[in-house]
């Protein structure tokens, strides 16, 4: 009875707050959050202060305004007499197209020069090894810059693909002439056939952006198409289960997944529409402009080169001896890498490759360089000098940087949960 | 974290324009040195010389500032400034001045605050194209590549003009003077647009001037001048005036050589205001009373200037027009001297 008694009592005194070991850590955190949050208040605070004593408030109105620029890379419509809001949407989705481009291009050649480089030929390794010392060593903007001056400067002139009467006359031959007679590069772009339909479905306009119900239709029947091969080789396999004898499946395989999408495209009238030299360039077909190019092209070969470094680092991360075991099941060494080595290295090489495609993602803004209006060159460029709303603009294009990353990160973190090493 | 230390930036580059922003002249003296936004390479505008020195039609004007606040047309430290940063540079207070072929419009001056004092060079918006285009007029660019600087009011009016001809064009954003020359020369476009006289500077800089041609069309007016923050008036004065004095210079005859003789000899009452021999006029404005002279010193007058940099007998061969002084049917006029 007294014993119990005895016990120190459990009341709080405002000192624990401080001495006691069990509520410091709390003490310190609130008091910290405190002094943060008034900081970034009194920023705010300041900032605004600042801006309206020169006469500036902060409105993000100007985002319904007439732009009155153009832009010549556009996913959706988009024309001078759009809004502000609209170019920035136009920047955003020209951001997004080079940054999934750029990372499935460097992640194909990382994967390929990563292997190369262990490869036992001596001049295929050595060249992966120049390749990744160059290309990471040098800083991105100046592969951008060198990779548009080259398609810019090295390339013939659209002009220099005319024929005229005189020259057929004289037998000449024009100065360029089209790849294959489909893909013709120029100084300025290169313009490659572009899949038109005759007998297209519909569009509907969604939101003022226009969706193909061709192209919607087109993509539901290659999903079925999918699914349904999936099922027909679950019930392969079941066979092969029951009977010991897998049926031949590779022509059937291959009619389910592409007959009925390519019954749908001649249904469609599918054809190529080939570019032609009209006036001063060329039209018809898709012309990809080489601000574009040239930002893909060095960003994929910069963050590739990382990439094999990582590819390169998760597959020596692989002990010896599953490779050894591998050949010595009989495995020739290509189907080692593949079905051994490459699935237990995926797990090394996918925390370091979010960061190479955060990295690629936020470099596309770098494309400032040469001229391409992505979220930099539209919001961050001509908006904000056009408009003089530099804090706003400047606040946006932060928040869309960081909510388009978080998106990455997030999509590539949950692959990795998939394809990480479950313990059992 | 990042996110606060930006804003803690920005803040504090806030805090710092914010104190820089009231007394502009008395800023400049304090410093002793005057602060002027540059195009970054404008052959006979603003370019830098052989020794890395800024020489030019407006780098003279900032030097005319400089030697009327400062008495020495040498203390200006020349910052250049892309098109597209120019004015958030002048908004903060990196510059005391921006002097770079910038248009006067509406929306600059009550949307970014800022003020145009006085208009330096009356131009418009035209289009060089190689002359083997075979192209004569801007109306039949229809479906041609422009390049086109981007953050300008010719990105506005290229657009319009196209629009109201009904044509179409492919624009190429570039980022100054000298990528648009490269990408002009490489054939990345058809055609190059900006103020007709940075066309005839770009092309004076190219091995081939006679290649090229300025097609007629001047399809908007663009009043270049010398801009300066919204609401310090005294600033806005000492640039207005310091600019006044050269045209007046001009119009009385004084020129950077006559001009010791004519102070000595001359008994015009606005000549002797001018050079600081008779009233206080310097000082009204908080500046010495031989600012003005010092200013017509640094670089002769406006005519001068013009003659020395763009002037016909330059390799951009600029005539006069808009801007020969309005005695001469020109649009130059500066308000009286008392």
Redesign the interface.
Known sequence: MTLATDAPKDVFRLSMLIYDTRYRSYTIQIAVLVLLLLFLGWITDNTIQNLAERGKDISFNFLWQRAGYDIDQQLIPYTNDSTHGRATVIGILNTLVVAIIGCLLATVIGVVAGVLRLSKNWLVARIMTVYVEVFRNIPVVLWIIVASVFLTETQPQPRDFKVTDEMIMAGEEPKASMLFGAIAITGRSTDIPAPVLSRPLPTLEIATVPVSLSFLAFLAVVVVSVMANRRFLTRVTAVQEETGVRPVTWWKSLLILFGPSIALLIAMGLHLEYPELKGFNFKGGISINHAFSALLVALSLYTGAFIAENVRAGIMAISRGQSEAAFALGLRPGRAMKLVILPQALRVIIPPLISQYLNLTKNTSLGIAVGYLDLRGTLGGITMNQTGREMECMVLMMGIYLVISLIVSSIMNAYNNAVKLRER | MK??M???T??AT??L??AA?AGTLDDVKARGELLCGANPGLTGFAAPDANGEYQGFDAALCKAIAAAVLGDATKVKFVPLS??VR??AL?SGEVDVLVRNSTATY??DN???LDFPVINYYDGQGFMVKKDLGVSSAKE?????VCIQ??TTT??N???FF?HNNIT???????DDS?AQR?YL?????AFTTDASGLAAVRSSFPDPENHIILPEIISKEPLGPAV???DNQWGDVVRWTYNALLIAEEKGITKANLAEVEASSTDPEVRRLLGLEGDMGVMLGLDNAAFKNAILANGNYGEIFEATIGTSTPIGLARGLNALWTQGGLQYAAPFR
């Open positions: 996110k606060t930006f804003l803690g920005l803040a806030t805090v324009a914010g922003f098109s597209e004015f958030t908004a929306s600059r949307d970014l605050k660019l229809d479906g041609a590549t981007t953050g990105e506005l290229l657009a319009d629009k064009y492919t624009p190429v954003t570039v980022q990528e990408n490489a054939g990345s476009c058809d923050r919204h609401g």
